[in-house]
């Protein structure tokens, strides 16, 4: 059983450790970091002094998820208007030894009610590689529709061409999956 916590300086060697390639890292952080492998110290400066890139004081929230065992997961959360009405979730990875076990579906599910609910967000959306579709399958799982999109964004990583997909959820969403 996962819980949701804030995240801790003392998480990031346990996350950091979980990509062991260039192209698995990039799947989590896309560019945000311009160098691989990254360091606890370097996730920790981005998170700490550089409130995780964005410009609002209060638009950061970097979550870690855990179990019986210790640290399973991690992901953050933003806003992305104004009105604070829509969240978007990013940086979301799953422990490698546990990945397939349904641990990211319930990673999601538990930032889904902690956005709607202590949040209070309308929306939730994320966005992920088209060349992810274990990542794809996971958040469809826990209930996110793919968003139509006329202009999809195309982020240059690795030396390739990576498209964007765009996911989202509404708080009604949310009520009819936690009813069932």
Known sequence: MLRLRPYKPSDAATIVSWCKDEISFRRWTSDRYDHYPITSADMNLKYLSFNGDCVEDD???????????????????????????????????????????????????????????????????????????????????????????????????????????ELEMSREEWAGIIKA
């Not at 397939?100 to 009610?113: A, Q, V």
Request: glycine share 10%.
């Open 59 to 165: 638009n950061f929230y970097p979550f870690t998820a855990f179990d019986e065992d210790g640290i399973a997961g991690h992901l953050i959360m933003r806003y992305v208007d104004e009105a604070k009405k829509t969240l978007r979730l990013g940086f979301v990875i799953v422990d490698d030894t546990k990945r397939g076990k349904g641990y990211g579906k319930e990673l999601i599910r538990l930032s889904l009610r902690y956005a709607f609910e202590c949040f209070g967000a309308e929306t939730v959306n994320l966005g992920v590689f088209e060349n992810n579709p274990a990542a794809w399958h996971c958040y469809r799982a826990a209930g996110f529709r793919d968003v139509p999109q006329q202009d999809k964004t195309v982020c240059h990583v690795c030396g390739e061409d990576w498209t964007v997909a």
